[in-house]
């Protein structure tokens, strides 16, 4: 048993930390820490602050967490071990981490159960079943192929998020979200990226392949990632090439690129989604074991194009391949449509929508709330923000409570942490498909980001409920931290208005799943 560390977690309770452990290096790549990259600064969006733990780093992907203002911890013991496990609960005790995120092969069904026996909230993010049991809260396999049958060995309370649904595609796509690509007639533009470390080189075969191509529109854009040891002959061997081709290191803006691109060659890892959420038709070369079926499966829906397993890959069948759907616009017209419908880059905000299901119990206030829902509509700062600032009496309060608990147009929701301790209370006033929030936070947990995150659960909530549309709120123009919060939880700026003779902004979040019946 992992020593708990129990007055650090308690003093640190609220402090709404997200605490990953992944690893990267040149032998096993940047995909890992990559990936989870991007649910932290989804995370940090909706109000949170992320740290991640490294026993293996590469520097230039270290200061990218760093320059997202995510701090790095190191550790020195072997990746996956008892030690390694003891240090990482110990590191979240400290930070007062409410959930640690794990991702990583050298991680197993041991890993897993020391830090849940230890009183952590775990999501381990997986591939292929590798482990022999899981443990976890939450098992997140995002690769097409993922399936129930590669966990049927794991503890009862075990969630799974399996499939495209769940990508984890970093900030930078996230304003590309409904943007279609239009195919041009011929293909020229190939953009080719091999993930950060391609420690086979095989960007270097592609390169020898498309350099010789007969085709006067042809251009090529060859992205290598920070921990790839082969720049320099990459560069003098795209410097020479016949067509022009650029290389470009730790491209930043790969959303651009791929917009730019009429098609790309690519391995099988995070990249063929990313390709998929932007509509880029591609060619999936399977750089490492648990690619393969991540290219097959694209190939079986008609995805993507699989090139196989990259030592059985000849420089003429590259040449072909790129030539065959080159010329055929309606190939990449049917891959793009597919790709989309697959990947629709909200992935990581389902994910965070889960996490903070475990996080936040949810229930409907009764008439024995009264006195706690009292103190807190009664606090100086509660009272500050309404539209009605002077103070209530406990009479008055009474007859309010026992009005909005008799109204079927009125949802009111406490909101407790997962130990039971009240965080605060959620109105919804409902009317036809609409509804108006009101948020009222416990005092213990203002300003530590717990806003945004209650009012996320509870418009799930909401929406699991009642058939709803659209979520109205009305905030004081001064009242910049619950501007804030709304915010992180999605909602959009409409404009001025004005509340029963005071300014207010008007702030809306529309049921995104309804929409789309």
Request: proline share 3%; charged share 25%.
């Amino acid at each position: 048993m992992i020593e708990r560390f129990g007055d650090l977690r308690e003093e640190n309770r609220y402090n709404n930390v997200l605490l990953i452990r992944a690893d990267a290096s040149r032998e096993i790549g940047t995909g890992h820490v990559m990936r989870c990259f991007a649910l932290a600064q989804a995370w940090k969006m909706a109000g949170g602050r992320a740290a991640f733990i490294l026993a293996q780093g590469v520097p230039e992907i270290e200061g990218r967490l760093k320059d997202d203002g995510f701090s790095v911890h190191h550790i020195t013991a072997s990746p996956g071990s008892e030690m390694d496990a003891a240090l990482t609960a110990k590191l979240a005790g400290s930070l007062g981490a409410c959930f640690i995120v794990v991702d990583g092969y050298q991680f197993d069904g041991a890993y897993q159960k020391a830090l849940v026996d230890a009183g952590e909230h775990l999501l381990f993010i997986d591939d292929y079943g590798h482990a022999k049991f899981y443990r976890a809260d939450l098992v997140l396999n995002q690769n097409i192929y993922a399936n129930e049958g590669l966990y049927r060995d794991r503890d009862r309370k075990t969630g799974l998020l399996l499939g495209p649904d769940y990508v984890l595609l970093r900030r930078e796509f996230w304003r590309w979200r409904g943007w279609r690509r239009s195919n041009p007639e011929r293909g020229g533009k190939i953009l080719v990226t091999l993930g950060g470390s391609d420690p086979d080189n095989v960007t270097m075969k592609i390169i020898d392949a498309l350099q010789n191509l007969d085709a006067c529109d042809v251009e090529v854009v060859v992205i290598v990632g920070g921990s790839n040891s082969h720049v320099d002959s990459l560069r003098a061997a795209s410097n020479a090439s016949k067509i022009p081709m650029e290389l470009l290191k730790n491209a930043s803006n790969m959303p651009e690129l791929m917009a730019w691109a009429d098609i790309a060659i690519i391995s099988g890892g995070t990249t063929s989604y990313e390709t998929s959420f932007m509509g880029l038709p591609s060619l999936i070369v399977a750089i490492a074991k648990n690619q393969i079926p991540v290219a097959e499966k694209m190939a079986e829906i008609k995805a993507a194009v699989n090139l196989g397993w990259h030592t059985d890959l000849t420089r003429e069948k590259i040449r072909m391949a790129f030539m065959d759907l080159a010329d055929c616009r309606a190939s990449r017209d049917s891959f793009s449509r597919i790709g989309c419908k697959l990947v629709d880059g909200r992935g990581c905000s389902r994910v965070i929508r889960i996490i903070l299901e475990r996080m936040i119990t949810v229930r409907d206030a009764v008439a024995g709330d009264c006195n706690l829902i009292f103190q807190w509509a009664n606090d100086i700062d509660t009272r500050a923000a309404s539209f009605s600032s002077g103070k209530i009496s406990l009479e008055e309060h009474r007859n309010w409570l026992s009005d909005r608990l008799s109204d079927a147009n009125c949802l009111l929701l406490i909101c407790s942490d997962g130990q039971g301790n009240p965080l605060g209370i959620v109105r919804f006033d409902i009317s036809k498909d609409e509804a108006t929030v009101s948020i009222n936070l416990a005092p213990h947990v203002r300003g530590k980001g717990w806003a945004s995150f209650i009012i996320i659960r509870t418009t799930d909530e909401l929406f699991k409920r009642r058939n709803v549309s659209r979520v109205n709120a009305f905030i004081k123009p001064e009242n910049q931290r619950s501007v804030r919060a709304f915010e992180r939880a999605g909602f959009s700026k409409i404009g001025p208005c004005n509340i029963r003779e005071n300014d207010a902004l008007h702030f809306t979040l529309i049921n995104v799943d309804l929409s789309k019946k």
